[in-house]
């Protein structure tokens, strides 16, 4: 079982440039996530989608893009790179029936992608 | 953003049981609570999600008192193993979910 799968693992940019990060899933969550970890601190949400087509602001979006073509796929773009965006990105997706205020949900984590920018 | 408080980090030894709480004075009434894991180099894993009174599973158990105020986490007889960061979570604006700095358990020999 595949999971949650994150592409590339590890990443070296320099600053100014650009590039897209990679989310599959392959367990029909409607709903998918991108945190961003910096060293010895937990995550933050960057953004999030709730199904195809709908996306929005998590608690740090800024110099960040996303899109949702399809349930499977959700890119994290970074359009001009900064040294303030090196961290590990997380992509995470849950299931929900998208009718309660709040449902028991489950997050389930890709393995990550190492990002420096230099 | 922060809707959960948690100690920084604990320090324990093989075979103890480990408590970590969690505080969310302003937890919804609806606001599930779920504990993930997250070990180093991974993503985090969930461990236990509960609502009220007491919850177990194969891993740890959530004792969350009438108030909802907080919850504990309880894992019994930690290994080297069970060494890595836990998050509480509580619900925010559906299906938002804010990861507070979580504790961080160190077990020792």
């Known amino acids: 079982n595949a999971g949650v799968t994150q592409t590339p693992k590890f990443r070296i940019l320099k600053i100014g440039q650009s590039m897209t990060l990679q989310c599959a899933q392959d367990?029909?969550?409607?709903?998918m996530y991108w945190y961003r970890q910096d060293p010895g601190m937990g995550l933050k949400l960057i953004y999030y989608s709730v199904g195809a087509g709908i996306t929005d602001k998590g608690e740090v979006p800024n110099g960040y893009n996303v899109s949702r073509s399809t349930t499977e796929d959700f890119p994290l773009r970074l359009e001009l790179a900064a040294p303030s965006q090196t961290s590990v990105y997380f992509c995470?997706?849950?299931?929900?029936?998208?009718?309660?205020?709040?449902?028991?949900?489950?997050?389930?984590f890709g393995s990550g992608t190492q990002l420096s920018v230099l | 953003l922060a809707k959960t408080t948690q100690p920084i980090s604990m320090d324990s030894y093989e075979g103890q049981e480990v408590n970590i709480t969690c505080s969310h004075n302003n937890i919804a009434t609806n606001d599930y609570i779920t504990w993930y894991q997250q070990f180093p180099s991974q993503g985090p894993r969930f461990i236990i999600q509960?609502?009220?009174t007491k919850v177990t599973n194969e891993v740890a158990s959530l004792f969350i008192p009438a108030d909802r105020k907080s919850s504990t986490l309880s894992l019994p007889r930690v290994s080297l193993s069970d060494t890595a960061v836990y998050y509480c979570l509580v619900l925010y604006n559906f299906n938002k979910f804010y990861f507070g700095s979580g504790t961080k358990l160190n077990v020792k020999p």
């Open positions: 995470a997706s849950s299931y929900s029936l998208g009718t309660a205020l709040s449902t028991n949900e489950k997050l389930f």
């Open positions: 509960g609502y009220k």
């Open positions: 367990m029909n969550h409607n709903y």
